[in-house]
């Protein structure tokens, strides 16, 4: 029969306008979030992380808010451009050594 | 700088081969992981070493694999003997320190084994 995989959501964005790609994390000992990006036959590469004593940390076109309230982390990218498509994941340390990494999201940018 | 680097890209081999996957840390890096990646359970921690140390192989598949890290600049991953259910992408990635730093990644090896 036919092998089902992961089912990745996809968010698909106009070049020029802003991203929001959000991630529900499951652990609240958490103290250590991630975010990574992932093309097509490379591995994942860093963008951002944020410690649990931050609601907020910016980068270069990307900002990571995080809601302990709610265990809820986004990333928010400015001015998505056609180099932005790729698989995105998150990450939590479940307060631990370990990086327990979401199933990801797709993001599509188009013209 | 170089980042982590990764050996073979592609590995294509029978079943009941012996493979073995290689890996060079970035240099300073204190902490080492070994990830599978695959379409039906997306990125698992296989086995993750401080200091060149083992320390949590519960993400080994079976006994039919086996990791080590003879020094700071090397690891590597032997699958014998080799099943189809083991084709994958095989990530390996270092950290300054585990836990609270950022993982780096390199650019895996695809394997596939017929």
């Known amino acids: 029969g036919e092998s089902v995989g992961l089912h990745l959501p996809t968010l698909s964005v106009q070049e020029g306008d802003n991203s929001i790609i959000n991630c529900a994390y499951s652990n609240s000992a958490s103290d250590y979030f991630i975010w990574y990006k992932q093309e097509s036959g490379k591995g994942p590469q860093f963008i951002i992380d944020i410690r649990s004593n931050m609601d907020k940390r910016q980068g270069q076109r990307v900002t990571v808010l995080l809601n302990k309230t709610v265990k809820h982390l986004s990333l928010q990218i400015a001015a998505t451009q056609p180099g932005d498509s790729a698989v995105y994941f998150c990450?939590?340390?479940?307060?631990?050594?370990?990086?327990?990494f979401g199933t990801g999201t797709r993001l599509q940018v188009f013209p | 700088d170089a980042g982590v680097i990764q050996s073979p890209r592609h590995e294509v081999t029978e079943m009941g081969q012996e493979v073995t996957l290689r890996c060079k840390p970035i240099s300073g890096h204190n902490s080492l992981f070994w990830y599978r990646q695959t379409m039906m359970r997306g990125l698992e921690l296989l086995i993750y070493?401080?200091?060149?140390?083992?320390?949590?192989d519960s993400g080994m598949p079976e006994d039919r694999f086996s990791a080590k890290m003879p020094n700071a600049s090397f690891s590597t991953l032997k699958i014998q003997p080799s099943e189809p259910r083991d084709s994958a992408v095989y990530f390996c990635?270092?950290?300054?320190?585990?836990?609270?730093?950022?993982?780096?990644f390199g650019d895996g090896t695809r394997l596939s084994i017929l």
């Open positions: 990635a270092s950290s300054l320190r585990a836990g609270d730093q950022p993982q780096h």
């Open positions: 070493f401080n200091n060149n140390v083992p320390i949590d």
């Open positions: 990450a939590e340390n479940g307060n631990t050594d370990k990086l327990i």
